[in-house]
């Protein structure tokens, strides 16, 4: 006797094992891999996805449970799907089912059951087209669906048809049986709403990037798209997307932080018209279920997104664009650590298609990809429309009297700007009043009672407020510490800046864009809005200001503390700040009026600063990748970093220590590097110690066969019970 088959299961949440199980009651047919089941676990139910069906199990078979059912009518993803998720799996070694069901829109996680069925649609058939529908006079249900087919030529979906005519399935199979309609699928149609104002002919670069994408379609061959703020990238994305919509093939458009750009999102549907579908954070659950079921069965061309937007299933995928490669938004920080911008690569080479990353600041990791040779690099080194890049000015404030941050110097030119009627914008990447407060008496400090770190002052709600764990205090009357009333704050955030300018230059709105200003829904829009009609004369804001914005009218841009990111800690911190300077200062002089950028410094010597300030990104980033070479750091080398916390302060090291202690004793250990255990740069935070230990190798093959052996260890430490760790590959900050 055959035995009965196995279902091998993954289950949604951080476990690290599939289950098996029999097939529900009833249940005759083999299901096909990648079908969703409730299945009995612990106490109650869970929804599972299928991996693999087996004849055999560990466990003996009168202890398997059976699935309690299948859930849809057919599996949710294809073997293509399922493979690069079992890579990301692998890669990151992060549980499959928790990297499927991440993947899956929240509600495909819950156990609830969907059709994954092409919705019915219907269209006149050639005899309907030509029949005598007054025949039909005795019959309005009939006659009015004969009518509402005759006006949508290329068919209308079932519900719709019904919800229109008013008429029943009965009525549909007797107008099927008399051969007047038939079922059909629906094609999106290739008309856009593309208004010819949009479009710009292409300048010689643009050109040459466009013929070289397009000349390689059906491969997979990854582009970096190395182009200046303002270059045009954004044409060239939508020209190439174009070529391949023209191949009825579709195309995967990444985008850091989507609801920071409505403008981007517009020119897409300008261009592009319907067959744009987009996904970000502000959509509801159920809006993005639709959206993943439009692009999966080809109902759309395009998916514009963030991050997670990697998942979807795109069945005729021709073209993956990653827009802004270097931002750190592609690399999710907590669970599952991926890197989208690494997944999209992947999702490329297994679709056959190009890859185009796409930056003004390229990362030093694609950087030295294309100096490789693995990428091809393509350059726009000029502005369009003759608009030049800004220059840029260091402003030494050494021995300069601040005002609440400003130097004598930027206020003057801020000053200057206004009078001219141009638009000034500064930057600033600290929110809120201050970011500390002190006794002058004692010395007493905004200390977070639950982190290595300081309360922020934020003055408009009174508050203290702790940026890394959220705890929250009333700002106190007097010094808790020695009773004065002397309290008084050091540095400043953008409310403070905000306060100063309006006392400054009160005849000049300002708009200060940051979370806080931006937190009620609709606000960012507003604000936006405001900018570009010109209402605002002044602009201050952190990052969210820095990014993708296409502000002509600026003409003056003050950067007014990086200071940090010359010294911080983590290695990143110099490349970061690079970054964001060459983008802040992107938005600078993008139309007829020349840009200027001023940057407040301590260290204007630093030989970093001048190289970015004098000479750009390409001689900063050749120095950078120098030293990282030197180094031997990423991309001259591949890290993990695995992380522990626990509230017992001796527990996350004593756990580091003893994974250290299994890491060398596994085969391969000898091309492994570990560092540490040391404490996390924020030792505390929300309550918990913090400890890491960096592992590191020259290549990449040694170091993931190292760890394929060392994870599975891991968990089986008693050492692990006591904290909570994680494991993050190709880290890219060292919190
Ligand atoms: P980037 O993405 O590199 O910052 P964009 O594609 O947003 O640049 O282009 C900046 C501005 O220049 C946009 O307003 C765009 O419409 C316009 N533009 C793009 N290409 C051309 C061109 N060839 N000629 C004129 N204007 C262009
Ligand atoms: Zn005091
Ligand atoms: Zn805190």
Redesign the pocket.
């Known amino acids: 006797m055959v035995s009965e088959p196995i279902l091998r299961i993954a289950l949604s949440g951080p476990l690290r094992t599939l289950f098996d199980y029999l097939m529900p009651v009833g249940m005759s047919q083999l299901p096909i891999i990648g079908t969703r089941f409730q299945v009995p676990f612990g106490r109650g139910g869970r929804t599972g996805l299928l991996i693999g069906i087996s004849d055999s199990s560990e466990l003996p078979r009168e202890r398997l449970k059976r699935a309690t059912r299948q859930l849809d009518d057919g599996p949710l993803l294809n073997e293509k799907e399922m493979r690069l998720l079992q890579w990301a799996a692998d890669y990151y070694q992060h549980p499959l089912g928790d990297v499927i069901f991440q993947a899956l829109p929240v509600n495909l996680r819950k156990t609830r059951a969907i059709s994954l069925a092409r919705p019915e649609a219907w269209r006149l058939s050639a005899t309907g087209r030509q029949a005598d529908i007054a025949k039909l006079s005795r019959a309005p249900k009939q006659l009015a669906v004969m009518q509402t087919l005759s006006v949508h030529t290329d068919g209308l979906l079932k519900a719709e048809l019904i919800a229109s005519s008013g008429a029943s399935d009965s009525v549909l199979r007797s107008l099927n049986a008399r051969g007047w309609i038939e079922r059909c699928h629906l094609v999106p149609s290739n008309q856009s709403d593309d208004n010819e104002q949009?479009r710009?002919?292409?300048?010689p670069a643009?050109q040459a990037a466009v013929d070289q994408v397009s000349a390689r379609l059906n491969e997979f061959i990854p582009f970096l798209l190395n182009?200046?703020?303002?270059?045009?990238?954004?044409?060239v994305y939508l020209c190439l997307i174009e070529a391949v919509l023209a191949q009825g093939r579709q195309v995967l458009v990444l985008v850091p932080e989507i609801g920071l750009t409505p403008q981007l999102m517009d020119r897409f549907k300008q261009r592009l018209g319907h067959q744009v579908a987009l996904l970000h954070s502000a959509l509801a659950d159920g809006e993005r279920e639709a959206v993943w079921h439009d692009l999966r069965l080809g109902n759309k061309q395009v998916l514009l997104g963030t991050r997670s937007a990697v998942f979807t299933p795109m069945p005729d995928l021709g073209l993956v664009v990653v827009d802004e490669e270097h931002d750190l938004s592609y690399k999710q920080q907590e669970g599952f650590r991926y890197s989208a911008r690494d997944l999209a690569l992947v999702r490329g080479q297994q679709a056959g298609c190009p890859v185009l990353l796409g930056s003004?600041t390229p990362s030093l990791e694609s950087l030295r990809n294309a100096e490789e040779g693995r990428y091809q690099q393509l350059d726009?080194p000029n502005r369009?429309?003759d608009a030049s890049l800004p220059d840029m000015h260091l402003i030494d404030i050494r021995s300069v009297p601040l005002d609440g941050g400003l130097s004598p110097a930027m206020i003057n030119e801020i000053r200057t700007a206004l009078s001219n009627k141009e638009q000034v914008m500064l930057f600033l990447n600290r929110r809120g009043y201050a970011p500390m407060l002190t006794c002058h008496a004692c010395g007493w400090l905004t200390d977070c009672p639950r982190c290595d770190a300081r309360m922020t002052h934020h003055r408009k709600q009174n508050m203290l407020w702790c940026h890394h764990c959220g705890h929250q205090r009333r700002v106190p009357q007097q010094c808790p510490e020695c009773g004065s009333p002397d309290l008084r704050t050091i540095g400043q955030g953008t409310e403070q800046i905000e306060e100063r300018l309006g006392n400054l230059f009160p005849e000049a709105p300002l708009a200060r864009i940051d979370k806080d200003s931006t937190s009620r829904k609709g606000a960012l829009e507003k604000l936006l809005e405001g900018i570009h009609s010109g209402a605002y004369p002044l602009l201050l804001g952190t990052q969210m200001l820095a990014k993708g914005h296409?502000f002509p009218d600026v003409t003056l841009v003050g950067i007014l503390d990086v200071d940090q990111g010359l010294f911080g800690a983590d290695y990143r911190a110099s490349e970061r700040m690079a970054q964001l300077i060459l983008q802040v200062s992107?938005r600078a002089g993008?139309a007829a009026r020349p840009g200027r950028v001023l940057i407040q410094t301590r260290h204007p010597e630093h030989p970093l600063m001048q190289i970015l300030t004098r000479q750009g990104y390409s001689a900063f980033s050749k120095e950078a990748l120098a030293e990282r070479r030197l180094a031997l750091l990423p991309p001259f080398s591949h890290q993990v970093l695995i992380r522990a916390e626990s509230t017992k302060a001796s527990d996350p090291i004593e756990f580091l220590h003893r994974a250290a202690a299994v890491g060398k004793s596994l085969n391969g250990a000898d091309q492994i590097e570990l560092w540490g255990p040391v404490p996390a740069p924020m030792e505390r935070r929300a309550g918990r110690i913090r400890a890491h230990l960096l592992v590191q190798s020259s290549q990449r093959k040694p170091l993931h066969q190292w760890l394929a052996q060392w994870v599975p260890e891991l968990i089986t430490l008693p050492e692990a019970r006591k904290v909570r760790w994680s494991i993050d590959v190709d880290p890219m900050e060292m919190l």
């Open positions: 949009h710009h002919p292409l300048n643009q182009g200046v703020t303002g270059s045009g990238k954004t044409e003004a726009l369009v429309a296409h992107g993008r």
